[in-house]
């Protein structure tokens, strides 16, 4: 499990930390570890190996001077790019030019990237607020001009620590070197997209850092915790029982990739209702199907409705009926036009959205560009608006849940979704989704982790599809996924 913080928490900890160390022990640490981390990608040769440093002031460009100064005194020709002189940190410019290393201004910056086997960003990190200012943008451009790959000092400069925001010039960066604990902004997009490949260093911060974290990512480890497996006495009725409220004469396929993501995704049973029914029960004849409303299709522990359902009023009269039972619903898709807060704040059951980007904008009277550069607040809207657990489909899928005070009111846990990949943007891959998620909820897994869980299983189906993916695909793939998180038997 990766656990992430935000700036405040984290700083918090280094300040109860560095209280008791000698001084200057924590920039040690991380200076020790970002060196290591360096020394790595200029392997064979690091002897001779240009690495420029873009230096900014505060403790980020230390980091960066300190990691120089080992390179310099293994054989590297370092030479820190200063671009607020007056404001180097002096004891990290000190040791880069007792070890050998130079400086210079910005000025030549440029020249000396283009010659470069490595750059170090040391210019913000997880202080700075928004964009990069131009003197900092130039060197950083220059770098992705040439194709140097770029090391970044606990976070990419420019990128928003707490939110995974971007706003203005930001540095890409091959590999993230972070101390301490994650930040939110390395798990969540577009700042997770411009990290690369992320590295934690540990300084020591752990005993100082609070038992909630900011932002979660399940690994497969968690995931596999979760599976729910039967057991000896179980039988389908126990296993879980779906009922799925999805699909339309215009879109009967939503029907049968919802239920076929149930049946994946480990139900007992699953009972169809809607206009569907031939469709389903030709592909999957397991499913127990009727054409009634959901509310006479018989007992079930838990409901998917609105994928595929069409914009009518057939639509909002199925999503209301649905609505009024006592157990679990997820709400998807067309179903999500047919909501209210009030209503959904109501239920005595648990409620899971589903949105991507622009229903999720609908929802919240915004523009998907919006939602899109600010994920993890949209998420957290959404779920304290709406009283429900919330999961924002998109390249960083996130999942939160309404606040501890009571529905609609503070910020509950967040947990943010790292598997998957571009190819899962496809048609139908949502309803997959959906009807997974759905048969956890009906196994009897709490909404925030059947959600996470179902999106976690999503992704690593994607995954081992076979490229390029449908979304009958990932649905067969997942038994797959299933067997290879769960232990031998």
Known sequence: MRTAYRVETVRAAERALMARLPAGTLMARAAAGLAAACAELLKPRLYGARVVLLVGSGDNGGDALYAGARLA??????????????????????????????????????????????????????????????????????????????????????????????????????????????????????????????????????????????????????????????EAESDKYRRGVIGIAAGSARYPGAAVLTVGGA????????????????????????????????????????WVVGPGLGGGPEAGTTVADVLAADVPVLVDADGLHSIDPERLRARSAPTVLTPHAGEAAALLGTSRDRVESARLASVSELAARYGAVALLKGSTTLIAEPGPEGRGRGRGRVLANTTGTPWLATAGSGDVLSGLIGALLAAGLAPLDAAALGAHLHGLAGQAAPVP??????????????????PRR
Request: hydrophobic residues 45%.
């Open 73 to 230: 005194r293994r054989g590297a020709a370092v030479t820190a790019v200063l671009l607020n002189e007056e404001r180097a940190h002096p004891g990290g410019l000190a040791a880069l030019r007792a070890a050998g290393g130079r400086a210079a201004g910005a000025a030549g910056a440029e020249r000396l990237i283009a010659r470069a086997r490595l750059v170090v960003d040391g210019i913000t990190g997880i202080g700075g607020r928004g964009g990069l200012r131009q003197d900092a943008a130039g060197p950083a451009a220059a770098a992705a001009e040439h194709g140097v790959p770029v090391v970044a000092v606990d976070l990419p400069s420019g990128v928003d620590a707490d939110t995974g925001e971007v706003h203005g010039a930001a540095v890409r960066a091959e590999l993230t070197v972070t101390f301490g604990a994650w930040k939110p902004g390395l798990l969540v997009d577009p700042a997770r997209a411009l990290a690369g490949e992320v590295r934690l260093v540990d300084i020591g911060l752990g005993p100082e850092l609070p038992p909630e974290p900011d932002l979660v990512a399940l690994d497969d480890a968690d995931a596999a915790a979760l599976l729910p497996r039967p």
């Open 469 to 486: 993916p449908m979304a009958s695909t990932v649905t067969e793939a997942l038994p797959g996924v299933w067997a290879a998180l769960s």
């Open 263 to 302: 049946l994946h995704g480990g139900a007992g049973a699953v009972r169809y209702a809607g206009p569907a029914g031939g469709g389903v029960i030709g592909r999957y004849p397991e499913t127990l199907v009727s054409e009634g409303r959901p509310s006479e299709a018989g007992r079930v522990q838990a």
